[in-house]
């Protein structure tokens, strides 16, 4: 009895770590839309400071455990560092505050939770293999999913901007970019430690074009500070942190479904604070998508395997 009390105490408490980080990332996209919406600061920008300042912290800390440098020294290692740096983890992050400076954080999420359905028509492409049931059953649900939640039902109507769609579809396609190709070296070295450098790496290439350290045109405000530390901070670090130690006491798969709880927060949070208008319909069509991940994420006979250790 005192063993299966203690089992389940660690499996709550792996769950909340997952809830806490997912819940994270939902408040931090509704913090980059009220950055954008308040103030001069550009998705641009903001990704090229974020990216660089979480990675420089992500990387102290990792390098209290392990090796950081050990990924440059091997070539064909260095060279899908940075192919994943530039394409994955500096798309996802470009598109998807695009996404959100072009329409709203809810959507934008949403939208990106497209990434699996994607990852599934790559691997049927790739392998020639015709989708199972359950994965067209999900490519359908997304696909309503995604109708619903860009036109609140009606056929004529789009509720978003085309900026908006465009950024959040290929959000939604860079995340299957950065879960499927860093997957060889996430076996090699701590994921913290490539997380850490293709923000890094990304963000600086990124900095060339947005030259964040000319930012006279931004009026610093308390405010906006302290929004910027918790994109930073709360948004990024922590978040990723807590993923990773959910890892210890809950499955890979349970801490991908947990994560649908990031656009369940991001819409809440956007109503209640943002005051961000949400129809039924385009509600109807969030709880499609996000369905989409737990089907896809069923382990027995699929093809695919969610792995969103980098995703954010």
């Not at 067209?136 to 978003?160: E, Q, S």
């Not at 860093?182 to 070295?189: E, H």
């Not at 990031?262 to 819409?267: D, F, G, M, R």
């Not at 109807?284 to 382990?299: D, K, N």
Request: aromatic fraction near 14%; charge should be positive.
């Amino acid at each position: 009895m005192g063993l299966k009390n203690k089992e389940n105490i660690t499996k709550w408490k792996g769950i909340a770590l997952a809830l806490t980080g997912a819940s994270l990332w939902g408040f931090s996209g509704n913090a980059a839309e009220w950055i954008f919406s308040h103030t001069a600061v550009t998705a641009t920008w903001l990704v090229s400071v974020r990216m660089v300042m979480a990675g420089l912290l992500l990387l102290i800390l990792v390098s209290f455990n392990n090796n950081i440098f050990s990924v440059w020294k091997n070539k064909r290692d260095r060279l899908d560092l940075l192919v994943f740096s530039l394409t994955g983890m500096l798309g996802a992050q470009l598109t998807f505050f695009l996404s959100i400076e072009a329409g709203n954080a809810p959507t934008a999420t949403l939208l990106q939770f497209l990434g699996p359905v994607f990852i599934t028509i790559y691997f049927a492409l790739k392998f020639l293999k015709w989708p199972k049931r359950k994965e067209w059953i999900a490519v359908l649900m997304a696909l309503t999913g995604t109708f619903l939640l860009l036109t609140n039902g009606k056929l004529d109507y789009i509720t978003v901007s085309k900026d908006a769609i465009f950024w959040g579809v290929l959000s939604g396609v860079s995340v299957a970019v950065y879960t499927v190709y860093p997957v060889g070296l996430l076996k090699l070295y701590a994921s913290a430690a490539i997380t850490g450098w293709a923000m890094l790496l990304g963000g600086l290439a990124v900095s060339v074009w947005t030259q964040p350290w000319q930012a006279g045109f931004i009026d610093w405000t308390p405010s906006l500070f302290w929004m910027l530390a918790f994109v930073v901070i709360f948004g990024t670090l922590l978040p990723f942190y807590l993923y990773l130690d959910s890892l210890k006491y809950i499955s890979s798969t349970e801490t991908s479904l947990l994560g649908s709880a990031e656009p369940l927060v991001a819409t809440i949070v956007s109503v209640v604070w943002l005051g961000t208008a949400f129809g039924s319909f385009q509600s109807a069509g969030g709880m499609l998508i996000i369905l989409t991940v737990f089907l896809l994420s069923m382990p027995e006979k699929g093809i695919l395997k969610i792995n969103q250790t980098v995703n954010k």
